[in-house]
């Protein structure tokens, strides 16, 4: 079982404060994603789990034992580091037993334990070479070797395939996948991409400035952003943000005038708003569609349209001088300086008080 | 810091195991860093404070070897003598002349020679390593290798030279005494110049060059504007530390002169010495010996510097 | 006239010519001192000096007899690797510590070790021999050893502080996951991927401790004083001397000599005090 338990963590360097409260549980075999921006904290608070920094306050609790000052060995946590770490006077075999060895295990259990991580990994052929001698992949999975042999009860990832190359890094993170079903292990991920953390996580966990700005499931996530940061981080290509005023209100719907005039009514539980509340309307580019400008009372011209093949994502300016982004199917044809129209799917669009956190959908609360 | 009690979950109610011990827990960093710094600062401050407060208060008290017990404080008399004896202008004026002489010649001749072996040609290693010789020398070898060898006015290659184009042979260490010295030290100090130049060199931008020279810049130009700027820092680096040590040049005055004929071949460093160890007075050789020091200090201060300044560069 | 890759081959063969020239220059002194060696008393006074003789091997062979070359050669041996190994005892968790969990004094603390090695040695002559007079360390092995940790430990620590700060401390913090002691990562982790520049740092200690010609002559006398002395003793000799002066002096230099052409690249740090890289 390897539950982890995080209860108010702090963490400051000198006068500077990384990590403002943490709050969280990690399950059994969950999949936990640390997501966020440079410098939110999403590294320190891997590193005071793993027990290479010392946090200011606050606990860290395994299975209900408390770990906040063990040191790093004795939590029974292993990491993989961004840059591998790996020690480049040992062969790949030492690099793998080097643990083992400093806990004395027996000769036969360790090998025996290195050559089972060898054969998850493919790393057989591998096992006397030196990291020098081997590619960006190959000493990345020498490093998750090393992690796997000690059987921790937590892994714990630093941004592993930041090093790699864009092929590498599709086909690494499909094993990182498989690797979890296969190790039916907990595992902590940190990274600052997006498309992994949607990707790999059972659960993400989204962290600015060093708080918690929402935890929850990807898709979770992406639909139900509970502020502005979440919403602007998720999701590629970005959602576009509209600002507006609220010009009516009623129990199950807002209307919002924009900047250019327009008003759209959106679905929403308006009891924090009132007439004259500045918002923010969020809208993810596949909820937009271009349409005549005849069609739709918001209009624009299209700026530049980036043609991926399956898709086309306009990047739009309306005349209210906001920019918003669309994503069109793929044959989709459209010249620079066009007068466009815009329609949004309105049900999709999510809403965003003056403070920036989302304000809830009444047809949400009933699902 | 951290509170040690633990806020008790709902699901532990029994007791937490105890803290393992300083191996079981993080280690402290603050505990690490004295733990492990502190034996070397405490050796290097020891020798630092100690020899240097002695010298202070010897220095303004009377105290010969000879007569000890008669020893009042005596203010900057010392200081005074010192700077009064006769000894101490020429031994002042010496050692720049030593410092500048042996700067000025180890500088201007290691630029040469580290552009001259910049460029790849065969045997290069070799040079390179017939170049950095000298350096490791023992002083007094240097010294008497150069006083019997090389410039004995009867016997020495030196001498066979002079003879060879008609000319008669000179009595080095007569005639230039403190030219001979300054031989010697250039000599043993011209390796240094040249290796860090050398060193300095090969960080020079290629690709800074190669643009210049596409945009017609000629041998000089390149010299002036791009080796020579990239060099001004290694320059300043070995000007201050040759000085720092020029300054404290004994063994081969020792091992040569002995400070002669007269005084013209005593600097400040081997001044000091004779009136501590030769003449007995240490009141005196204290008062020089600080004197010393703040000249030294100066040269530091600006080395330490420009140090400090690498220190925090990212290379 | 030349084309443009004629007169590049000129050039280099030119500049190629002249650095031998000005090499084999700087290295005669040597060259006549190991030349020297090799000759009777008589062919080393000869004038003009020789440069071809019938070679002798007497002045190595008899120069223990001649000058009791082992016992000043001893003394070298033991002070330079005493105070050397000493030195990277202290020296090695200083710099660990600095490189590795630097805080705001470490630069400061830097510094200040490096300028101890700016004091000039005469400004605490007096004080250092008369503590040694009285502590019975005058002309004592132990009393140099003492010195040269001293002197050298500053370059010793910086040296190793830069090299320690090239290893990327997620290699140790690897080490400390898998569970080493502080010890452990030092000893299984650290040094052997520093100890390229580890050596480096020992060698330039055994240079500077070696060759030191102040301290060694000031504070020993006959039973401690190492080979610089012996070398100074001739200064004022009787009778020739010139060939066993040859032989003892490179005898005495050969290993330094060696030593400094194995590191020389990696002595640069040491020696610029870290300002050269």
């Excluded at chain 1, 027996?106 to 990994?121: F, T, Y």
């Excluded at chain 2, 001004?232 to 002169?257: G, K, N």
Aim: include cysteine.
């Amino acid at each position: 079982m390897a539950n982890l338990t995080i209860k108010n963590l702090k963490k400051s360097f000198g006068e500077t404060e990384i990590l403002k409260g943490i709050n969280l549980e990690i399950k059994d075999n969950e999949f936990v994603v640390f997501v966020g921006p440079s410098g939110c904290g999403k590294s320190t608070l891997l590193r005071s789990i793993a027990g290479l920094e010392e946090v200011t306050g606050g606990h860290i609790l395994l299975d209900t034992k408390e770990i906040t000052d063990l040191a790093p060995a004795k939590r029974d946590l292993a990491m993989v580091f961004q840059s591998y770490a790996l020690y480049p006077h040992m062969s790949v075999r030492k690099n793998m037993s080097f643990a083992l060895e400093l806990a004395k295990e027996k000769k036969e259990v360790i090998h025996n334990k290195v050559a089972e991580a060898a054969r998850i990994l493919e790393l057989d052929p591998l096992l006397e070479r030196k990291p020098k001698e081997l590619s960006g992949g190959q000493r990345q999975r020498v490093a998750i070797g090393r992690a796997i042999v000690r059987q921790p009860k937590v892994f714990l990832f630093d941004e592993p395939l930041s090093n790699l190359d864009a092929a590498l890094r599709v086909q690494m993170r499909l094993e990182l996948a498989r690797l979890h079903h296969d190790l039916n292990a907990t595992m902590i991920y940190v990274t600052h991409d997006q498309v992994e953390a949607m990707t790999l996580a059972d659960k993400v966990v989204v962290l600015n400035q060093g708080r918690i700005e929402q935890v929850g499931t990807p898709l979770d996530l992406y639909r139900n952003p509970a502020n502005r940061f979440v919403a602007g981080f998720l999701g590629m290509p970005k959602m576009s943000f509209l600002p507006g005023k609220v010009t009516a209100l009623d129990a199950s719907s807002v209307t919002v005038e924009l900047t250019s005039g327009t008003t759209v009514t959106l679905p929403a539980a308006s009891e924090h708003l009132s007439q004259g509340s500045a918002v923010t309307v969020g809208v993810r580019p596949e909820n937009i569609d271009v349409v005549e400008p005849s069609e739709s009372s918001l209009t624009g011209h299209m700026d530049i349209a980036e043609s991926l093949g399956s898709d086309t994502y306009c990047y739009v300016k309306t005349d209210g001088q906001e920019t918003l982004t669309v994503r069109m199917p793929g044959n989709f044809a459209c010249n620079y300086g066009d007068r466009i129209g815009l329609r949004l799917h309105v049900d999709e669009c999510h809403l965003f008080d003056e403070l920036g956190n989302a304000v809830q959908k009444p047809s949400r609360l009933a699902a | 810091m951290k509170t040690t009690a633990l806020n008790a979950g709902p699901a532990s109610s029994a007791a937490e195991p105890k803290q393992d011990s300083r191996q079981g827990s993080i280690r402290k960093t603050s505990r690490i860093n004295r733990f492990m710094v502190s034996p070397s600062v405490l050796v290097l401050a020891l020798w630092m404070v100690i020899p240097l407060s002695m010298t202070i208060y010897f220095s303004v008290i009377r105290y010969n070897l000879l007569y000890p017990g008669d020893n009042e404080f005596v203010g900057l008399e010392n200081f005074q003598f010192f700077v009064t004896d006769f000894g101490f202008m020429a031994g002042m004026s010496n050692t720049l002349l030593l410092v500048g002489s042996v700067l000025l010649i180890t500088v201007v001749l290691g630029v040469l020679i580290s552009l001259l072996v910049n460029q790849a040609f065969w045997g290069r290693g070799i040079v390179r390593i017939l170049l950095i010789s000298p350096f490791f020398i023992m002083p007094t070898v240097n010294a008497l290798i150069w006083k019997n060898l090389l410039l004995h006015p009867v016997s020495g290659v030196f001498a066979a030279i002079w003879k060879f184009f008609g000319a008669t042979p000179i009595d080095w260490f007569s005639e230039f005494p403190l030219f001979s010295i300054i031989m010697i030290v250039s000599w043993q100090w011209l390796p240094f110049a040249i290796l860090l130049l050398m060193t300095a060199l090969q960080s020079l931008d290629q690709e800074q060059q190669e643009a210049a020279r596409l945009d017609g810049a000629g041998p000089w130009a390149l010299f002036f504007h791009l080796t020579l700027p990239h060099l001004a820092r290694p320059i300043a680096v070995v000007v201050m530390i040759e000085t720092i040590f020029l300054l404290s040049i004994f063994a081969e005055i020792f091992t040569t002169t002995g400070g002669g004929p007269g005084y013209e071949t005593t600097n400040l460093a081997y001044l000091i010495y004779s009136q501590a160890l030769l003449q007995f007075d240490v009141g005196l050789a204290s008062a020089g010996g600080l004197i010393a020091v703040v000249l030294a200090n100066i040269a530091a201060f600006f080395l330490v510097r420009l140090i400090g300044k690498s220190l925090t560069e990212k290379q | 006239m030349l084309s443009l890759k004629q007169r590049r081959s000129l050039n280099t063969l030119l500049m190629g010519v002249l650095a031998w020239g000005v090499a084999l220059a700087i290295f005669f002194p040597i060259f006549w001192m190991l030349l020297t060696s090799f000759k009777t008393e008589i062919d080393a006074f000869a004038t003009p000096p020789q440069l071809f003789f019938s070679p002798t091997l007497e002045n190595y062979t008899l120069v223990n007899e001649r000058s009791d070359y082992l016992h000043f050669a001893w003394n070298s041996v033991v002070v330079s690797f005493g105070s050397t190994i000493i030195g990277m005892m202290l020296a090695v968790p200083a710099a660990y510590s600095m490189a590795f969990f630097e805080t705001k004094r470490t630069k400061g603390t830097l510094l200040w070790m490096l300028s101890t090695k700016m004091l000039p040695p005469v400004g605490v002559l007096v004080p250092i021999y008369l503590i040694f007079k009285d502590t019975g360390l005058l002309d004592t092995k132990t009393g140099l050893v003492i010195i040269y940790t001293l002197i050298n430990l500053p370059i010793m620590i910086w040296m190793a502080y830069t090299y320690f700060k090239e290893i990327p401390k997620e290699v140790l913090e690897a080490a400390r996951m898998d569970g080493s002691t502080l010890f452990q990562e030092i000893w299984r982790v650290l040094l052997p991927m520093s100890k390229g520049g580890l050596a480096a740092t020992v060698l330039l200690s055994l240079i500077l401790s070696w060759n030191e010609a102040f301290w060694s002559l000031n504070l020993t006398a006959s039973e401690a004083a190492p080979l610089t002395a012996l070398i100074a003793s001739y200064s004022s000799p009787e009778g020739l001397f010139w060939a066993k002066l040859s032989a003892v002096s490179t005898l005495a230099c050969a290993p330094i000599l060696i030593f400094g052409w194995i590191s020389q690249k990696q002595l640069v740090r040491g020696l610029s005090f870290g300002a050269v890289k």
